[in-house]
């Protein structure tokens, strides 16, 4: 059971479908050319009241719950039909700011937190590598002590925010420790020397999101940017669990678009003499629809209701409802067109659209094997799930 909203509640949820409403129409250009002012898109959410939801009040955050932040980015995205009305809120709250916050490094947190959370500048996280995806347990980017300074070297990619952002918060390996244990996290700046950003590979979805590769070569920076230092990658993933809950919004948020979009189109489409919606088979896959919707909703409030601090989901409830979500919103999208006809496949509609991004959901936070992997060891702590061989 969902609890009541809160008047506040209730109120950013509305604010938040009236944000993206905004923005419907520069949606469909933002898809059609690959591209998009997201300086201009950010700004205008952040004077709309929406950057760092949950981040500590003391570093320019509202201090509210994940729940705030579940509400607000499902429904700018309801209201925009497009992923770009989740990432100026995920910015200022997501893993990025979240990593900071949970720095056992005071210098990293006070030199960053407070322009990140505010929006005066963007950490991009960089951990995804070309030989290394989900398998965050073997980066061959390494980090190694030179006095006062590490040096890195290495070669990310798929970094959402890539050639935009000011700031990149570094996926390493330290001083070739192997597994998890030598995994932790350093703040690149982006006019670093050594450090190149390059525009990725177009997509099939979620075209106009700015993402490309960061590859360092002999990079410099200060002791005083480590976020996290090796023997903490499972304090460090708790940062991430923000990001699932985020993908829970995102894909909420877009069947929600696509359901609204095509029950308004069957009751107005009139065929062999009455409304589409007459039809069983249109009414029962609306019902279908709604229970699915509705199962994820409640799955991503429990989630968000888990926060530890108001900041960090519980792992193994935020990981079944991304999974659910993910999984199943590209089901929801293709009914909905299907429900359309003709003119669901074509980009007259915001469905297409989101049929398209739906793929992305799929794998964006964590491809649905991996998110199984956490769940079983949730589930069965006693045993142990090795994927490596040997």
């Known amino acids: ?21 905004g923005f419907r129409e520069d949606a469909a250009r ?18 709309l009241g929406f950057f760092g939801l949950t981040a500590p009040v003391e570093y320019g955050g509202q201090g509210g719950t994940c729940t705030d932040y579940l ?11 497009s992923w770009i009305m989740g990432e100026p809120m995920f910015c200022t709250t997501g893993p990025g700011p979240s990593m900071l916050m949970m720095s056992d490094n005071p210098v990293v947190r006070e030199k960053y937190l407070r322009d990140v959370v505010t929006g005066k500048l963007g950490c991009a996280i960089a951990l995804t590598e070309p ?5 965050l347990t073997h980066l061959e980017t390494t980090i ?44 690149v700046e982006r006019d670093t020397p050594g450090l190149t950003l390059e525009r990725g590979p177009e997509f099939l979805g979620t075209r106009s999101i700015p993402h490309g590769d960061a590859i360092l070569k002999d990079v410099r920076v200060s ?33 929600m ?40 909703r409640l799955l991503s409030h429990h989630a968000a209701a888990t926060a530890n601090d108001g900041r960090y989901p519980r792992m193994k409830e935020v990981t079944m409802a991304k999974l659910f979500g993910g999984t199943r919103i590209p089901q929801v999208t293709l009914q909905c067109l299907e429900m359309m006809g003709g003119v669901g496949v ?13 793929v992305t959901n799929v794998v964006a936070g964590g491809a649905p094997a991996v998110l199984r992997n956490s769940i079983a060891a949730a589930l069965f702590p006693d045993r142990r799930f090795p994927q490596t061989r040997g």
């Not at 059971?1 to 409403?21: C, H, S, W």
């Not at 509400?71 to 039909?81: C, K, M, T, Y």
Request: glycine share 10%.
């Open 131 to 135: 030989a290394h995806g989900s398998d």
């Open 346 to 358: 074509t980009k007259a509609v915001v469905t297409e659209r989101l049929h398209r991004e739906a």
């Open 144 to 187: 190694r002590s030179d006095g006062d300074h590490y040096i890195v070297n290495g070669h990310k990619n798929y970094v959402t925010g890539a050639m935009l952002n000011e700031l990149y918060a570094i996926f390493v390996r330290f001083e070739g420790i192997p597994g998890a244990k030598g995994i932790g996290a350093i703040v």
């Open 71 to 81: 509400l607000a980015v499902s429904e700018a995205i309801r209201g925009a039909g």
């Open 257 to 296: 678009a696509a359901f609204d979009e095509a029950s308004a189109h069957v009751q107005q489409r009139i065929v062999f003499g009455r409304p589409v919606i007459e039809f069983q088979s249109v009414y029962h896959m609306l019902a279908d629809i709604s229970v699915t919707i509705e199962a994820h």
């Open 1 to 21: 059971m969902i609890p009541e909203l809160t008047p506040n509640q209730v109120e950013i949820k509305e604010r938040a479908y009236a944000a993206g409403l």
């Open 223 to 255: 002791k005083d940017n480590l976020i996290i230092g090796p023997g903490e990658f499972a304090r460090l993933m708790t940062a991430f669990n923000m990001e699932r809950l985020h993908n829970c919004a995102v894909s909420l948020g877009g069947m």
């Open 30 to 47: 933002w898809d059609a050319e690959d591209s998009v002012d997201f300086q201009s898109v950010s700004r205008r959410m952040g004077e």
